[in-house]
């Protein structure tokens, strides 16, 4: 070895080295890959957002039945089935019934009989819910498909 | 005015990205030995590292590599304990449920969890490996002495980590464990009871109202388990392991063996053999940034003998985390943490243990609570304690077992303190113990005359006798350690696979009787 | 200098040879170490998003969804099927149950053809519990929270409820439902269980609700208890509640020694049915919004039972023991004498409060329970029946408040030679001390308190017929004065 004052340059690398470091590294990030999927919930604790709300012959035309429990408004006339949200699409209230229309308590909107805003801070208008069957035949409303407004299923 | 301010605010926008990135980093990319050196001593990550190690430290048979694995089993527990956060609920009522709901619905929340029990035993394992290790080589001389009480510190607090995590799942494994070991804590009563004191004096039922915040294990005795173990004891821990860094750096560095290096076998210290080590271990050490050759160190570590620890440490040290993990991994891929069922305070285990750790206590506390609780314990960690005070013998670190007599010591500690513990054993199996042949005899004579004191009192006879014979604290002091280390693992041994219902002597689980 | 300096070299340069040959073996050793690491994680990764048992039986339900497409809702059903966990949250009920992510037809009228887990449930009860509302276990029992059926199943795997056999589902529908309203709707085994319940007389010895006899345990909760309480060690079968209570029918004594339960002699069916029923007894937090109004007036008549008749009541609390109360026997299960409690005799001296006294206070030291509101349950009204039963007569509550007095005045006998007396003649059938022994005890405190000094000595002099009580005044030669010191040592009896 010489006896230089200057300091010596780092051997090069050699292939197994750089192999372990990278195999090292796939494995850290691996793990955290694997652990950072930890904390979204693959099921939620609590009921779905697809839900029945009872047979076809438990809404004849001309039904207009609230479901509290659920949020949601199911009607009913010749054309078949249709479900609207209760929640008020400003901050998520729950709007309740005034005369045809709906008014939300929380900052004054007001929606008309088919959820279109007549006044207030609600940008947008409530949302219809998509209407479907399970397999022995009851309704099935699903909060997290919506649908044009007045879409009616038919039963 | 205003172009020359506008060109200078462009200027600036333009120049982001260098100019945020040399804020960041101090120096650039570390091109020669000296360089990572500079990065080593001044990276607030890295700087606990010297920047040069002696090449005997990094010797495998120098360290066991224990303490690194320890370090890293923590690190393995505290990043999955964090995930397991996430979805535990510290609540009687919730406990449960969501360790059921980990291990079935939660994404990768079986695998972590299993992760984190299986690095919890391993953890302690290796933390006692450690100790052996480092009681072995005599790393707790002069100047360690400190460290080894910081390394005892740190021993307690692992036991403390993994019994306050047992109850979390509030299971009957948990429940009736816990139950168990408040119950050792308020041992003293024993004694207090027998002296007629209980009612002015009664340190047992202090500490187990402090441990509980009630009579018996419910929400107050989670909540506190809870608080502890995922908060104050980590902490502590963290604390006392950078106080263990710190004073390993401090004191000199690893304990190892000194002397010419050699390419073949260990350096045995040959004194005054040219390059030997001075009688005199150095008491600092300083900060080194770049070795130049030929001018000597005021801290008599010969630069030859020393390797920078970039890169040779720390790929040491990623390698040894690595195996944890990979073993950790493997042992959780295969093998599931126990979940019994719900906690029941009306249908008691039978037979109700302690994590294996304890159950060598548990096996003497089946004579006398207050005798296996606190006074073995108490004795043992004191006496532990005590070994670096007491064994001033001048000697450097890393020969094992201080060369062949120290070995030929053990090998007879081994044999008598196995022979003993078995007879502590075997003999009230067989005969029975006091309480059975003297119904009426006072407790103060069972703790006196209790199996676990009269091992303690033939080890301690036996370590004296040692001490007298050859004259050496070292030896008598290895005499002890080897006893009481291999009575831990018989006692564990027994307790473990030789104990059924009603704590009954069985050679198998198969032939437990059924309740 | 020199040579200091190029030993020192030396030196360095073996130091560096041994740092590169360890550096070697580190750098292999973390190689491995990492590529099995990797190996782990893609192997847990597969393990859970790929090979997860309940995915294979989605993907299986997929395609056989895709298969039975054959109209409008049949192929929205298959379009909107997604592979994902699927549970049923019920906090009422505080369940979660995850059956539903692999029984993934179990609504599906469709699917009769296929195999379980994919088929559809069996009968009409979904059709009128909507698996949303009503979860799986509430029925099945089984760990609802799991994700494989071994789990699932939960036997032998530190559970306390693991899933019941099929024989056995009807056990929770008593909690909902009256056995009227389902004895023919689905409930036909639960109905015939509380139907044996009533008609072996269990009540005579177990508690059940307000009412029924102290000798055996009470079983409000039995459908509840947890395996680790029960005495297993004699269980032949699978260590779970429903065959320890199988089991415990055939053989009591066997299952629990000590037992005094006589076994029921019950056959195959008869033993579903009773196990089904007492499987229902649980004493749990169930919202009223889920039991029917007929299961609410059970709950009712329980706290408040029914107004059942005095010959009712004979048969279901008291005939366990007397039978049909006209003749006296010795019981050699229970080794006791029990008596004849509707005999000629008996009916024709004792009076309504001494009858009604027995009943409601017991025979303390034998068999014979309290059955006053205070231990047994009966109101003062339901004894008034029993008694009214047992006299052959109706008696009013005035009838019986009226006390006998205990003491005819002035016809106190010699306790002493009452003694002597009693032991040469009446000892032998009632025991030295009054205990009892092939005769009833007559050392009660009902016995004292309300037996009239005429009931007594009628009982003495003119025996009882139909039963082993002589007439003592003439096959035994006993005077009057006899007979009134006899009585004199009776009532002294402790």
Known sequence: ?155 | ?515 | MGEAMDKSNRLAAEIRKEALRRDRRVKIGLLCASLITIALLAAAALRENVFAPWRLYQRQYARILAEKARDDRGRALERDFRVEMKQVVLPELETIDRCVSCHNGIDDPRMTDVGNPHAVHPGRYLEWHEPNRFGCTLCHRGQGRAMTFEDAKAEGRHWDYPLLPAELSQSSCGLCHSAEEIADRGGDVYAAGAALFDAKGCRSCHKVGAQGGHLGPVLDNEGLKVPGSLPMANVEGPRTLPQWLVEHFADPQTIVTGSRMPAPGLSGAETTALTTYLLSLQQRDLPGSYMTPERHLVLYAQARPDPLSGEELFSRFCSTCHDTGLFGRYDRFFETFIPAVRGESFRASADPGYVAANIRQGRAGTIMPAWGSAAGGMTEEEIRKLTSYILGREVSLEEIAANAPAVVAGAAGDAGRGAALFLKNCSGCHGADGKGKIAPSLNSPALRENASDAFLRQAIADGRRNTAMPAWRVAGGLTGSDIRDLIAHIRSLP
């Open chain 1, 1 to 155: 070895m010489s006896n230089r004052l200057e300091p010596e340059p780092i051997p090069r690398r050699d292939f197994l080295g750089l192999a372990g470091i990278w195999a090292a590294g796939v494995a850290i990030f691996g793990s955290i890959a694997g652990m950072a999927r930890l904390p979204k919930p693959s099921v939620l604790p609590e009921a779905g957002h697809r839900f029945r709300v009872g047979r076809p012959e438990e809404f004849p035309a001309g039904s207009n039945v609230l479901i509290a429990e659920r949020n949601v408004r199911v009607i009913a006339d010749a054309r078949g089935v249709a479900a609207m949200s209760l929640v008020c699409t400003h901050l998520g209230c729950i709007v309740a019934p005034d005369g045809m229309d709906f008014a939300c308590p929380c900052h004054g909107s007001k929606f008309g009989h088919g959820g279109e805003v007549v006044k207030g801070p609600a940008p947008r208008p409530l949302r219809w819910l998509e209407v479907s069957q399970a397999a022995d035949g009851s309704l099935v409303v699903d909060a997290d498909r919506e649908v044009e407004p007045w879409t009616f299923y038919k039963a």
């Open chain 2, 1 to 515: 005015m205003q172009n020359a301010g506008l060109a200078a605010f462009f200027e600036n926008v333009r120049n982001l990205p260098a100019s945020l990135k040399g804020s960041f980093v101090r120096q650039g990319p570390a091109v020669s030995d000296r360089a990572r050196s500079q990065t080593v001593f001044s990276n607030v990550f890295l700087h606990l590292h010297s920047t040069r190690v002696h090449i005997r430290s990094l010797r495998f048979s120098t360290t066991m590599a224990m303490g690194i694995a320890s370090l890293s089993l923590f690190i393995i527990l505290t990043v999955t304990g964090i995930l397991l956060m996430v979805y535990y609920k510290p609540s009687v009522d919730q406990a449960y449920d969501s360790i059921k709901d980990i291990h079935y619905v939660v994404p990768t929340g079986r695998f972590i969890r299993n992760i984190h029990r299986w690095a919890a035993h391993l953890m302690v394992v290796t933390v006692l490996i450690h100790m052996a290790r480092v009681f072995a080589t005599a790393s707790y001389k002069r100047p360690r002495e400190f460290n080894w009480l910081v390394g005892m510190g740190l021993f307690v607090l692992t036991l403390g980590l993994s019994f306050t995590g047992y109850l979390l799942p509030w299971d009957q494994l948990a429940y009736w464990a816990i139950t168990i070991g408040a119950n050792i804590a308020g041992s003293p009563s024993e004694l207090t009871d027998a002296l007629g004191i209980t009612s002015s004096f009664d340190p047992g039922g202090f500490q187990k109202r402090l441990l509980l915040g009630a009579n018996s294990v419910g929400q107050e005795a989670l909540t506190r388990f809870y608080l502890l173990h995922v908060v104050v004891l980590p902490l502590a821990l963290t604390g006392l392991v950078a106080l263990h860094f710190w004073r390993i750096r401090k004191d000199g560095g690893l304990g190892r063996p000194e002397g010419p290096p050699t390419t073949a076998g260990k350096g045995a210290a040959v004194p005054g053999s040219p390059g030997s080590a001075p009688s005199e271990s150095p008491r600092k050490t300083y900060g080194l940034m770049c070795i130049v050759r030929d001018r000597k160190s005021a801290t008599n570590i010969d630069p030859a003998d020393t390797v920078p620890s970039w890169p040779h440490l720390m790929r040491a040290e990623l390698f040894v985390m690595m195996v944890c993990a990979a073993i950790s991994l493997a042992l959780g891929l295969v093998s599931n943490a126990p979940l019994k069922e719900l906690a029941n305070p009306g249908v008691p285990e039978n037979p109700a243990k302690a994590p294996w750790y304890f159950l060598g206590l548990q096996e003497m506390v089946s004579y006398s609570a207050f005798v296996g609780g606190m006074v073995v314990p108490l004795i043992a960690l004191v006496g532990l304690a005590l070994i670096p005070y007491l064994d001033r013998e001048r000697e450097e670190a890393g020969i094992y077992l201080s060369g062949g007599r120290g070995r030929r010591v053990a090998w007879q500690s081994l044999l008598f303190g196995a022979v003993a513990a078995v007879l502590a054993v075997a003999i009230p199996v067989r005969f029975g113990w006091l309480r059975t042949w003297f119904p009426s005899i006072s407790q103060l004579w069972i703790i006196v005359i209790s199996p676990g004191t009269l091992l303690t009192a033939a080890y301690a006879a036996w370590s004296l006798w040692v001490l007298k014979r050859s004259g050496s604290t070292r030896l008598s002091a290895i005499a002890l350690f080897t006893c009481f280390l291999i009575g831990f693992v018989i006692l564990t041994y027994v307790g473990s696979e030789l104990r059924g219902p009603n704590w009954g002597f069985y050679w198998s689980e198969g032939s437990w009787p059924v309740h």
